[in-house]
């Protein structure tokens, strides 16, 4: 008994291994999967990337007013007190509507990608992106309104019209 099980588990393994090395795929879940990944189960990453999905939740960014390039933000603090872990620093200058950002700073690092600071900001000024590639050979992982808003230039706005 023991030993049949073993020859049925190693014989549907050698099965997927030939199948995948061959490329003869067939159908799964109804559909065809894509002949350019080379099989079931690998991609090869750094060549090939696959699409993230619509929902993914990736690193921070900063949208910009469309029609005058100046960031959305207002420094209005309420991603600072949305956060639950105090990764997100605000700094502005000036009063009322001229109210501007003049700092604003993010902790990679300590952020868990809950997304209350984005459902927190009433100017949709902050969004998370696609972006999963975060690794680094600095320890600086505190990034700044530039790096923040070069990530919202980069990821931007999707095809519906609305950001990430």
């Known amino acids: 008994m023991f030993i049949r099980g073993m020859v049925k588990g190693l014989s549907v393994t050698l099965k997927h291994f030939v199948q995948s090395y061959l490329g003869h795929t067939g159908i799964r879940d109804g559909q065809r999967p894509d002949p350019t990944l080379g099989g079931f189960f690998t991609v090869q990453y750094p060549e090939e990337k696959l699409p993230m999905f619509p929902r993914f939740r990736g690193a921070l ?54 997304r209350l600071c984005v459902e927190s900001c009433n100017f949709n000024a902050i969004e998370l992106s696609q972006e999963y590639e975060l690794s680094t050979y600095s320890r600086d992982m505190v990034w700044d309104l530039e790096k923040l808003l070069a990530l919202g230039d980069q990821y931007g706005v999707h095809e519906t019209g609305k950001a990430w």
């Open 61 to 114: 960014m900063h949208l910009r007013d469309p029609e005058t390039g100046e960031p959305n933000c207002t420094a209005c603090n309420l991603c600072v007190r949305a956060c639950p872990q105090q990764c997100i620093e605000v700094e502005g200058e000036g009063k009322g509507k001229e109210r501007k950002v003049t700092a604003y700073r993010y902790d990679l690092a300590r952020c868990i990608f809950c």
